[in-house]
């Protein structure tokens, strides 16, 4: 048990060193891009409202927009750390060959890289919190909305990372796996609530959206985080259903897929 | 002066036929390509639209105007997605694997060999797309029939003024171990200039217009295509432009004197 302890310590600690090697890299690939797209969408819903914060947009006052929009920046930082890019090339260049025979697998090796990245997100993600709230920036934070915030952005991530391993094993019949990737960026971005409340989409729409994980990626996380609990206990188990699901799929993917497995680039 | 156009001509010929080759090798890989431009096209759209039925106006435009300046910058977007975007990603594995030696090499220009080589085929069919968009959104925002036939104009001048940011940003490469992360940040800068510059705030607005004038891309010319009496943007643009090409030239030098040839 303690030996197999070992290798997910080591292999996290590993995984460490080399997400921050390159420091600068590492900050305008992850961070960075999250900060300028909550850049966009402040400046852009400040327009909107003109300044003035007695309008009403869809239930939203200007400060509750930006409330919005800053919490949607916590989810994104904690919750989307994983993007299965390394995965992917792992497979198209033919390095999964070595995990086949060492005793920590593929799975094993990527979750580790996963808890890795996602301890870096979730300090990123304290940091920001903090700043927000020390300049004011984010109000009414309890403490019980904060635990069930980060809590609750740590099983997004689980999930998340569950559609990125599917995205990256994709790589056994694609040429390139970003596309993927970067379709259901766009998609969830769209339809989890990351630039518009969902309270803003028509009816129709939102209704046949909580059948889908979507929601669960943005929307409901920053509800939590602005102390709304009464979606919680549903929202988790939904989550873990999803979860569920995907770690189904890429379980019997990647049994079929190894079969295609030719090891290419050895 | 006719040869040498006559010979690049040539060289893209071969880019093109070689780029196509590679894209319908991977079939699937082509079809997503098409997906994956038409569900950005449409999160933009509707983004857009879905705002517009809680509000009159954001700024000083309608939804008309918007659209038009939305389908403007999206036309831009394809295009260069279509034939330059690849490049950049291109460009970083090669700084860092030396293969810039064989671009060094050659007879022909090094910026031309490595930032017009790959072309995506498969976005290219979205370009009929979007700029059929484009011609509609521009009848619905009045736009005359002469406007409409100019616009290509406009789009090479937007698309001139994006990719010679882009280059040179991606002159900061040669200096960095792992550049993967300028690439993101020229991604950032895209995601930046999509909104029309009344979006921002004062400081932003004058940051990105005068000091790094990614706003230009798509405002000047959708500024001038609405009130053509002003073309201080269109002048500022190519200001812009002219600018950006000379600082191109001493960072492109200067890059290749520290370029270092790594595993070569």
Same mark, same amino acid.
């Given at each position: 048990m303690s030996a197999l302890l070992s290798k997910w310590f080591q292999t996290i600690k590993i995984s460490w060193s080399n997400l921050l090697a390159y420091r600068l890299n590492f900050f305008l690939l992850i961070i960075g891009p999250a900060f300028v797209f909550f850049f966009v969408k402040y400046n852009l819903w400040y327009s909107i409202f003109q300044g003035d914060k007695t309008i009403l947009v869809g239930g939203y006052t200007l400060e509750q927009m930006i409330h919005y929009q800053f919490f949607t920046l916590i989810t994104?930082?904690?919750?989307?750390?994983?993007?299965?890019? *390394?995965l992917s090339s792992d497979i198209r260049l033919g390095r999964i060959s070595v995990f086949l025979i060492y005793p920590f697998n593929f799975w094993q090796y990527h979750c580790a890289h996963f808890l890795a990245f996602q301890s870096i997100q979730v300090i990123v993600g304290l940091l920001s919190i903090s700043?927000?709230?020390y300049l004011g920036l984010i109000y009414n934070l309890s403490m019980t909305s904060c635990i069930y915030g980060f809590s609750f952005c740590i099983i997004v991530g689980v999930l998340w990372f569950s559609i990125q391993y599917l995205i990256g094993l994709m790589a056994f019949w694609l040429e390139e796996t970003w596309i993927l990737r970067v379709s259901f960026l766009t998609i969830s971005n769209f339809l989890s609530g990351a630039i518009?409340?969902?309270? %803003?989409?028509? *009816?129709? %729409?939102?209704?046949?959206?909580?059948?889908?994980?979507?929601?669960? %990626?943005?929307?409901?996380?920053? *509800?939590?985080?602005?102390?709304?609990?009464?979606?919680?206990?549903?929202?988790?188990?939904?989550?873990?259903?999803?979860?569920?699901?995907?770690a189904c799929i890429s379980y019997f993917t990647w049994r079929k897929g190894l079969r295609l497995y030719t090891g290419a680039g050895m | 002066m006719k040869n040498i156009l006559k010979h690049y001509a040539s060289v893209y010929h071969g880019f093109l036929q070689t780029s196509l080759s590679e894209a319908t090798s991977f079939r699937l890989n082509f079809f997503l390509f098409i997906i994956m431009d038409i569900i950005f096209f449409c999160s933009s759209v509707m983004s857009v639209? =879905? =705002?517009?039925q809680h509000i009159e106006k954001i700024g000083i435009w309608s939804l008309t105007e918007f659209m038009f300046f939305l389908s403007f910058s999206l036309l831009v977007d394809?295009?260069?997605?279509?034939?330059?975007?690849?490049?950049?990603?291109?460009?970083?594995?090669d700084i860092r694997m030396g293969n810039l030696d064989f671009f060094i090499i050659k007879p022909i220009s090094t910026i031309?060999?490595?930032?017009?080589?790959? =072309?995506?085929?498969?976005?290219? =069919?979205n370009i009929l797309f979007t700029g059929a968009y484009f011609v509609y959104c521009s009848k619905q925002a009045g736009l005359s029939n002469l406007f409409i036939l100019v616009s290509p104009l406009f789009v090479i001048l937007a698309l001139l003024l994006m990719v010679s940011l882009e280059i040179l940003l991606s002159c900061s490469m040669f200096f960095m171990v792992e550049s993967m992360g300028i690439n993101f940040l020229r991604m950032q800068f895209q995601k930046l200039s999509r909104w029309p510059d009344f979006v921002y705030g004062y400081m932003s607005q004058k940051v990105f217009t005068f000091a790094i004038p990614i706003l230009l891309i798509s405002n000047a010319p959708i500024k001038f295509l609405l009130n053509p009496t002003d073309i201080t943007p269109l002048l500022y643009m190519l200001i812009a432009i002219v600018v950006t090409i000379l600082l191109i030239r001493i960072a492109w030098a200067h890059g290749l004197r520290a370029y270092e040839s790594v595993s070569s």
């Open positions: 994104a930082l904690i919750a989307q750390s994983s993007n299965g890019m *390394k700043i927000f709230y518009i409340p969902l309270e %803003l989409y028509p *009816k129709w %729409l939102v209704n046949g959206l909580w059948y889908t994980p979507f929601p669960y %990626l943005t929307f409901v996380p920053v *509800k939590v985080f602005q102390g709304q609990f009464d979606m919680v206990n549903t929202a988790f188990f939904v989550i873990v259903f999803w979860t569920f699901v995907f | 639209h =879905i =705002i517009y394809q295009i260069h997605m279509a034939f330059i975007a690849e490049n950049f990603w291109y460009f970083s594995d031309f060999s490595v930032f017009f080589r790959h =072309i995506r085929p498969a976005s290219c =069919i």
